[in-house]
């Protein structure tokens, strides 16, 4: 089983900055991928931004520039550094992982609980 842990969501202005930060614990083999998405009140689920374990990265087209993904492999983590905030930011975040237990196993995807960032003006 896989866990993922959130944290660094909270309340700030807009213009400012906040830091996400997540953790898998539990057995993991290998991970392919990792990143953030976040969902709105009334609105479907989007991706933010995503990395590879080679470090590819992709951002959806709104937070291009101001918000950076980064990983640190060897501690399974992902951070997500978010500049420049806007009251359009403001969402529920949530972490992904795209997880091998093992060796012979697939891949599975695993979530966060998520983490509200709310962006005031």
């Known amino acids: 089983q896989v866990r993922l842990v959130e944290s660094g969501g909270g309340l700030v202005q807009a213009g400012g900055s906040l830091r996400l930060s997540c953790a898998a614990s539990?057995?993991?083999?290998?991970?392919?991928?990792m990143g953030w998405y976040r969902q709105a009140p009334g609105k479907e689920r989007e991706l933010v931004a995503f990395?590879?374990?080679?470090?590819?990265?992709n951002y959806e087209n709104s937070v291009r520039g101001r918000f950076t993904i980064s990983t640190n492999n060897a501690k399974n983590t992902v951070s997500l550094q978010m500049n420049n905030l806007t009251p359009e930011d403001t969402a529920a975040y949530y972490c992904?992982?795209?997880?091998?237990?093992?060796?012979?196993?697939?891949?599975?995807?695993?979530w966060g609980p998520g983490t509200q960032v709310t962006v005031s003006s």
């Open positions: 539990g057995t993991v083999f290998s991970i392919a991928s």
């Open positions: 990395i590879t374990a080679g470090g590819s990265t």
């Open positions: 992904y992982a795209r997880v091998k237990a093992a060796l012979l196993l697939g891949w599975e995807d695993y």
